[in-house]
C-alpha cells in the first residue's frame, strides 16, 4: 500500500471523526485521565495515528495538509501530497502552526478590561457574560441608529468565513468591514487589474520556464505562495527540461536573489523603470511578440538614459533584455521591492508589460491568468484600507470595533498615529487568540480557535490555473475555552436578533459550512462528477482536504491603457539624502513574516537564512559602509529616519548595496506573549504613514536612514560561525556548461 | 531430522562466509540536490517537530547549545556586487566508517544493520568524545533537562523519546520512521519498497531536494542517483564514508574559489 493510499484509507476514518468533533463527543487532551478503554472515542487508537486532512491558515497561500494526531493531540503537520498548491511540501511558518494551538500564552478564556486600555489588566468571563456584553453593545448602536458605526477589520479572510463575516455586517446595517494585513499585495491585484483585468494574482508557471526574471520576489521564502513557487523552483533547475536561469533584481540579495544566477542590484525605487528599459529594449531590437502597441509608451524608457538613475549598466540592461525575449518562454515577477513604494502599481504594471511584450501571457513556462471560479476568492477592495478607518476613529464614525486577526497597532508606523485614533473608540472587542498589540487595546476578548480545531474553507489566491477549494477541519478538541470564529458570529447573530438573527440561521458554523458547500456543490458540475450526492462528495471532501478541478486554459492581454498609471521617474524616499543617507528596505522575515510567527518558539530559534541571526532584530549593513562608519560586526547602533529611531546590532552583509540597509520585520513586540514580547525592534515604527493612493498597499520602502553608533539594542547572536569555506570544498559546484556536456540523471 | 541438523550446519556455516558481518539488511542513504535546495529551511522546523527537539533560547544559542541537528550551512563568496552564496543543509552524514563510534566508552553509539549509526540514550553517559571526534560537527549535547511549558507538551512525538541532561543525541534518519515502515512491511510480508519512507526533512522540502531511500535496492531512487556526475559527499577525503550524498550546484563559471 502506497503511503499515500495509507493517508487516504485513513482520513476515512477522519470523517467521522470530523462528525464527532460537531457532536462535542471527542474527548478533550486526555490530561491527568488515562484513556477509557471500554467504550474508546472512535479515532483513538493508543499508539496509533490518525491523519486529518486540511488547510495551513498561516499566511495566505493556503497550502493543503495533514496534521498528524495521536491520542487527541496535534503531533504534526505535513504539506498534503495531493494537494495542487504545495505538492506535499510545507514551509517552515505552516509546520509551526502546532506550536500555535499548545501556546502557553494563548488567551483561554474570554477576558473583560479590568484596568486601563492597553495595561493588560483583564478579569476572566463566561462566554455567556461575553456575548451577552458584545451584543448589548451592539443593539444599543442599533437602537441609536449607529449600525453603520460598527467597523470589523479582520485579517484577509477568504471563503466561507468571510462570506459569514460579509453577512452578518450587512444584516447588522454596518457597510466597514475590511481586511487588513502588510503584505496583502493588494498593488499586484490593482496592477492586474487594470492592465488584465482580474484583480487577483495570477499563476506563475516557475515550474515550466527557463528564464525567470524576479524584481524582488522572494518567492522562496515569503512571497505569495512560497512552497508553490519553491516546488516549481526546484523542477525548473533539476526537472524533466533544460535548466531554467534565475535573474534576481533587489537592492539586498533575498533568500531567492541569493539562489539566482545573476544579481542585479538596481538602485533602490528604480525598479519600474529598469523593467521598462528591458521592454522598451525588446521592443527597439525588434524580438517583441506584441511589440507596436507598446513602441510610443515605452520609447520614453532608453537604455542609455536609464542606467545611470538604476545603477545598472546600459549593457547589462540590454543583455537581459536579449537573453528574457530570446529563451523560451521566460517569466518576469513582480514581488515586494519593486511594488513596495508610493508608486507601487508602477512597478508592477511595467513587468506585466514587460511579460506582454515578451509574449509570455497565458503560455505555459509564463503567466497564467487565475478567475475566480468557485467564487470563494479573496474579495480585494482597494477601497478600504487601514487609513480610512483611522479617519474615521478621528471623526468619531466608529463606536465599535471588532478585530479579528490583524495587527495594526504593531503593523502600522507610529506616524498614522494609530493609537490615538484607537482611544477614541468607545468600545473595542477582539477575537484574537492571542495577546498581540491591537487586542491588547480590546475592552472585551472572546477568544477564537486556532485553525487546527476550527472548521473554515479556503480558496487560494493565488490558485494555479486550476479550481482548488481546501476544507479546514478540527483536527483535536478545543485546548481552552475558545470558540470557533465562525459560532462567535453565529451567537452573535442570535443575540443581537433583528436582521442579523433572521439572515444567519445556521445552528452553528460546521453546519454554515456545509450548507455554503452545498451551495458550491449545486453550483459546480465538476464537482458532481463521480460523485453520488453531496454526502458523498462532502464525505470525499473531508478525506481528501478539498477539491481541485482540471486546469483552466486562460490568457489574457495587457492593456495599453495601463500605461497611465506609469511614473516617469524612481520613487520618492522620505528624509534629505545629506541628513539621511541611506534607504531603508524592512523586509519580511522566513520565520516572523508581518510579526506573526515571533510567539512561536521554533520560529524564534529558526536561523534567518541569510544571517543565521536567532531571538532578535538586526541590521543589515554593507562591510565597506561599515567600515566608512567605524562600524564592526555587533556594534549596536541607532537607524533613525525623520519619523523615529529604532536600535538593533549590526550583520556585515556582503548582499546589499553600500547605500542601503535593511532590516527584518517581525520582533520588537510590546506584547504577543513571552516569546515575542521585549525583543528586537520594529522597523515599520519609524515608516511615514504612506500608502499607494490607489491600491492602499502601504509603501514599505519609502524612507531614507541615518545610522548612529548607540543605543539599547540587544546583543547579535548568529548560528554560523564563518560564512567562508577556507578551501575545504563544502559546497561544490559545475558550471551550467559542463552541467549541459553530464549526461542527465534519470529522476 | 537430518533436515534440521543441515539447516544448523548450514547456518553455522554461512557464519564463516566472508563479509558476513559487513552485510546490511538496507543501506539507508540521503541524497541532497544542491541545486534544487533554496535554503528555506523548512526541513529545520520539520525535524525540530519530529524529534522533540528542545528549544534552548538565546542566551544558549549564543553559547552553541541549540539542537538543530539539521542546520543549513551557509557561504559567501565574492564581495559587493559579484556576491555568491550557497547552501547546503547538513545532519548527521550516517558514516559508515564512522569516527563517532570508535571513541565512545560505553558503546552508546554504534553502527545497526541498516548502515545507520545510532545513539543509545540509555547507555550514553555524557563523555563528550563522540562530539570531539565528529567530523561533521552534527552532535548536540543535553546540557540541561529542557523543559516545554505547558501545553506545549501535547506536541511532542510518542514515537521519539524525550531526552535529559546529560545524554549526547544527533540525527538518526527518522528511525522511528524507517521502523514503523519495516514492521508494517514485514506484517504485510513484502519487502520496503522505495518511497515508504520519507524522513520529516525530506517530507517537508518543498523544492523536493531531499531524496532517501535504500542503496542497496538498484531500483531505488537514490541508487539511481547516486551515479549523477554531479555526486560528491562532504569532507571525502577525510575517508569516514558517509551515507549523504550531495549533487552539486550548478553556478557560475565552475571555477569557484572556495576561499
Redesign the interface.
Known sequence: ???RDFLKFIGIGGVGAGAGFVLGKVSK?PGAKLIPYLIPPEDIVP?VATWYASACTQCGAGCGTLVRV??G???????NPDHPV?R?????MG??S??A????DRITKPLKRKGPRGSGEYTEITWDEALKTLAGNLTELKSKNDADKLHLLTQPLSGTIDKLVRDFASAFGSSNYAHYGLFQRKNLAFANLSTMGSASVPHYDIENTKYLLSFGADF??TWVS??NY??G???M??GAGE?GKLVQVEPR?S??G??A?E?V?AKPGTEALLALAIANTIVEKGLARDGAAWRGVLSRYKAKDVASICDVSAERIEAIAVEFARTRPSLAIAGDSVSSYENGIAGAIAVNILNQVAGNIGIAGGVMPNGDDLGGGKKIDFGRRISTLIAAMNADKVKTLIVYGANPVFTTPKAAKLEEALSKVPFIASFGSFMDETTAQADLILPAHTSLEDWGDDFPDPGVAAPVASIIQPAVGP?FDTKSLGDIFIELAKAVGGNAASKITAPNFAEYLKSSWKELYSRNREMAAGTLGFEDFWNKTLQNGGWWGPPRKRTATVSARASEHLTGGPARFEGEEGQYPFYLIPYAQ?AYLDGRGANL???????D??T?V???TWVEV???TAASLGLKEGDVVNVESPYGKISAPVYLY?????DTVAVPIGQGHSHYG?YAKGRGANPIEILPYKEDPRSGEAALNSTRVRITRGGSGE?L?K??GS?????????????????KR??K??? | MSGFLERIAGKLKSYREPGYYTKLDHKWTMVIDLDKCNGCEACVVACYAENNLPVVGKEDCAKSRAFSWLRIERYVEGEYPDVKVKFIPVMCQQCMKAPCETGCPVYATYHNQDGLNVQVYNRCVGTFTCATYCTYDVRRFNWFTYKWPKPLEAQLNPDVSVREMGVMEKCTFCIQRIRSAKDKAKDEGKPVKDGDIKPACSQSCPTGAIYFGDLQDPESIVAKLAKSPRRYRLLEELNADPSVIYLKRVMGDGTTSHE
Open positions: 500500500m502506497k503511503r487532551p499508539g495521536m491520542e493531540r496535534a503531533k504534526k503537520i505535513e504539506g504545495n506535499g511540501g510545507l514551509c517552515a509546520q509551526s502546532v506550536q494551538l499548545y501556546n502557553p522562496s521564502s512560497p512552497v519553491s516546488n523552483y526546484g523542477k533547475r533539476q535548466r540579495l533568500l531567492t541569493a539562489n544566477d544579481w542590484p485546548v522566513t518558539p521554533w520560529l524564534q530559534e529558526l536561523p537564512p541569510m543565521s536567532v531571538w532578535g554593507n562591510p565597506k556582503p548582499g546589499i548595496r553600500p513571552r546583543r547572536v548560528m554560523e560564512t567562508k569555506e577556507l578551501g575545504r570544498g563544502i559546497v561544490q559546484t559545475v558550471s551550467p556548461a559542463e552541467f553530464m549526461k540523471e534519470v529522476v
